[in-house]
């Protein structure tokens, strides 16, 4: 039997050390209801945005994100295209 793991590899580096927590924002780690690491008082100073690929991050932390170079726009946790839903 063959396995081709070639696809598998590209998938696997790109993944978090951490374990995959749907209530925490992927960039910062902090809950959605808390604030970004910038911050102090959740709410309306500090809202969640969520990209068409359904993957939610504090409107802070995913600005920062796509600053970044090395982002190349794309959603950190799906590497889809980052497009705010809606927009
Ligand atoms: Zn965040
Ligand atoms: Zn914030
Ligand atoms: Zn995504």
Known sequence: MKVTIKQWNAVATWRWDMAEDDDVCGICRSAYDSTCSKCKYPGDECPLLMGECNHSFHMHCIIAWVRQEQSQDRC?????PWKEKGA
Do not use: F, G, V
């Open 76 to 80: 950190p946790m799906c590497r889809q």
